[in-house]
């Protein structure tokens, strides 16, 4: 079989992302690629490492496809905490990321980002993973920033 390879743009597509955040994860080496001539590729193999899933085939059409263990459902998830100071965004990105590592144990496998943005006390959450795991990591968020359901 044939190696299957990405664009970045079908990658941004297929992730739920800007252009511009797929091409910084492969400058940054989170995302493997290869460059041919002015534009990178993203192995279908190495797509799945960075996910944490299976990469969709070419063949398989987009949001229909049943694939052989059943219908798969994920969730890309940006929450957004205004006027959050450092030490608080650190302690909710601790947070978070404990409770992805603690939960990971036979469950749905989420790629968590931080981003905080000290000039404008903003604090981007990125959340990528399966519905159920998603659901009840946004749970814990909006405890930790005590909004009410």
């Known amino acids: 079989m044939p190696q299957q390879y ?10 739920d992302l800007h252009v511009r955040t797929v091409r910084g994860y492969v ?8 460059r041919i001539g002015k534009q990178y590729r993203i192995a279908r193999e190495d797509l799945a490492a960075f996910t944490g899933r299976t990469a969709p085939s070419s063949s398989s059409s987009s949001g229909s496809s049943v694939g052989r263990g059943g219908r798969h459902a994920e969730a890309s998830v940006i929450v957004r905490i205004e006027v959050i100071g450092p030490e608080a965004a650190m302690r909710l990105t601790n947070t978070v990321m404990a409770a992805i590592a603690h939960g990971q144990d036979g469950g749905e496998r989420l790629r968590v980002e931080t981003v905080y943005d000290e000039e404008r006390a903003v604090l981007k959450v990125i959340i990528l993973g399966g519905l159920e795991s998603t659901a009840e990591l946004l749970k814990i968020v909006n405890a930790l920033i005590g909004q009410p359901e």
């Open 6 to 15: 990405y664009s970045v743009d079908q990658v941004a597509e297929l992730l």
């Open 27 to 34: 400058r940054d080496g989170r995302l493997k690629a290869t």
